[in-house]
């Protein structure tokens, strides 16, 4: 379970700080302005876990601030945030502010607030602490998220919590799951209530996209099959281990992207559903009756179909997909053929019968062709 393995008195905190890559430059850079390391920056700093980036809060123009640090990659205005680059460590600098919601789902309107207001919108206790960089280290934790770091405790900070954003239910599988982490008994209630159809498809999936490129994401599959949310099902997190699996083979690497067929493993495609089916259960007797098959199946689909059962797929994968002619319509045409469909039919019945090693080579290419073009 979770735990903290860095002593929180000054020196301790001043010491565990000293080795986060870019803390020296930050504190030299923006010397004589108010900056906090906060969030999951300080949760995994108390954890004793290393950390490719930074978040800081400001109580100034987070994109101005950002400028002194190097040229932000991004910003935000509207929300005072800006995003910069310290070698190979990602900075993200944000104004303190403050939220509301227009009602419940909504994005967020924010306005500039103080430090303590800025904690008291986060998520999580264990992501509502900052320790400040523009003076002597100490632990800044007005909800007690030490404490629940400490227990491996995920607690929400305020019940309508997952009614004002209900996508930090999401969130919280995907730290419960990474940080190996219980949830706090109301924290679970008030998941199980969440009602994601307050919030638009493409921000649950943006979640669950962010879910399952996490090393723990079957895991948090699994809690929110049980939470009941997002659909997510009790065979997701074996169809996403499956998934890696595959992929992890070169060939296979070859023909889909990890990322949208984890996606897809976790929440398959209605649309999709019909041609995994055909595809699981097809019985091809040669390698040209699976290409057609496969005439217009997404990788996803592939993907779905060959951790479903469909093995011959593996011929595909490995040989069939990499079958090409020697021939093109040119020869057809330059041996008589007229231009036009008879050239496209010819070119097929070679394909066709090269994937099924009944053609080699040029030649027989070329014979099979004409004869079928003809």
Known sequence: MAGILVNTESE???????????????????????????GGAVRDLLRGEE?????????????????????????????NTATVRLRDVQVDVAGAR??????PGALPEVEPASLSEDLARRDFTVNAMAIPLHGPAELIDPSRGLTDLDAGLLRVLHPNSFRDDPTRALRAARYAARLDMGVEAVTLAL??????????????RAEIRRIVAEEAAPDALMLLAGWGLAGIDAAAPVRLRATRELLADPDWAEVADLGESSLAAAIPPPASAAIVETLTFATPDRPSAGVTLLAGAEPTELVAARIA???????????????????????????????GPAVGAGLQAAFRSKLDGEAAGHEDELRIALAAAT
Do not use: N
């Open 191 to 204: 998941l199980e209530a969440t009602d994601l159809r307050l919030v638009s498809a493409d921000r649950v």
């Open 12 to 38: 301790s905190l001043e010491h565990a700080l000293g080795g986060l890559d870019g803390v020296a430059e930050l504190r030299a850079a923006l010397a004589g302005h108010e900056v906090w390391l906060v």
């Open 51 to 79: 950390r490719a980036d930074l978040d800081i809060v400001v109580t100034e123009d987070a994109a101005e601030l950002a400028s002194r640090l190097g040229e932000p990659e991004s910003a935000q205005e509207t929300f």
């Open 309 to 339: 059962g469909a093995e011959w797929l593996d011929g595909w994968a490995r040989a069939w997909r990499k079958v090409s002619l020697e021939i093109s319509g040119t020869d057809l045409m330059d041996a008589g053929v007229p231009q």
């Open 98 to 103: 403050r939220e509301t919601y227009a009602h």
